[in-house]
T-cell receptor, first 113, second 116 residues
Framework: DAKTTQPTSMDCAEGRAANLPCNHS???????VYWYRQIHSQGPQYIIH???NNETNEMASLIITEDRKSSTLILPHATLRDTAVYYC??????????????FGTGTLLAVQP | GAVVSQHPSRVICKSGTSVKIECRSL??????MFWYRQFPKQSLMLMAT?????????EQGVEKDKFLINHASLTLSTLTVTSAHPEDSSFYIC????????????FGPGTRLTVL
């Protein structure tokens, strides 16, 4: 699986948009970009994923660059409950063992009141 | 939808005893379940992958005789930590992918194991 690079930590003011970057310069053509977050002492929560196109759901937006070497997760209106470690993970298609996720160190997003 | 539960949420045991952790997919059938371990201030580390009805595949460095995994049905996988020692104290988390539909992994809430 391709490796990803994320900043160790970021701050964001409550109510403002949080933009979390991720570099994945060695991503392959059929690999997806997944985002999860982990609030302290809980299991990871799925946020969003994409292949080439930008994606949006009720939680966030995912912007993937045209060359697919980087992406940005956008939380449009951050709240204190969004304080968590955010993981950007690249993985291939398919199920079973090929579906395994390799977690890096992620970005600790601290939303400030 | 796509809810995964774990039981127990927290367990304390004496050194040398065995502990079983259950992982259930509540509203979907899970083709594959995964077990992770997370030490304090570290990221999740994949321990093993299990498919219903077959033997689990363990990651390098994970002792299969110590961490027994059983995936007896499409909604239940169990992890048994045998002869637990204090160094096995950790946060154990399972995840599951749906049998049909998208193969996104959904995670359980985790089990905190403390071995005295």
């Amino acid at each position: 699986d391709a490796k990803t690079t994320q900043p160790t930590s970021m701050d964001c003011a409550e109510g403002r948009a949080a933009n979390l970057p991720c570099n994945h310069s060695t991503i392959s053509g059929n690999e997806y970009v997944y985002w999860y977050r982990q609030i302290h002492s809980q299991g990871p929560q799925y946020i969003i994923h994409g292949l080439k196109n930008n994606e949006t759901n009720e939680m966030a937006s995912l912007i993937i660059t045209e060359d697919r070497k980087s992406s940005t997760l956008i939380l449009p209106h951050a709240t204190l409950r969004d304080t968590a470690v955010y993981y950007c993970i690249v993985r291939g298609p398919g199920g079973g063992a090929t579906n395994k996720l390799i977690f890096g160190t992620g970005t600790l997003l601290a939303v400030q009141p | 939808g796509a809810v995964v539960s774990q039981h127990p949420s927290r367990v304390i045991c004496k050194s040398g005893t065995s502990v079983k952790i259950e992982c259930r997919s509540l509203d979907f059938q899970a083709t594959t379940m995964f077990w992770y371990r997370q030490f304090p201030k570290q990221s999740l580390m994949l321990m093993a992958t299990s498919n219903e009805g077959s033997k689990a595949t363990y990651e390098q460095g994970v002792e299969k005789d110590k961490f027994l995994i059983n995936h007896a049905s499409l909604t239940l996988s169990t992890l048994t930590v045998t002869s637990a020692h204090p160094e096995d104290s950790s946060f154990y988390i399972c995840s599951a992918t749906q049998r049909s539909g998208p193969d996104t992994q959904y995670f359980g809430p985790g089990t905190r194991l403390t071995v005295l």
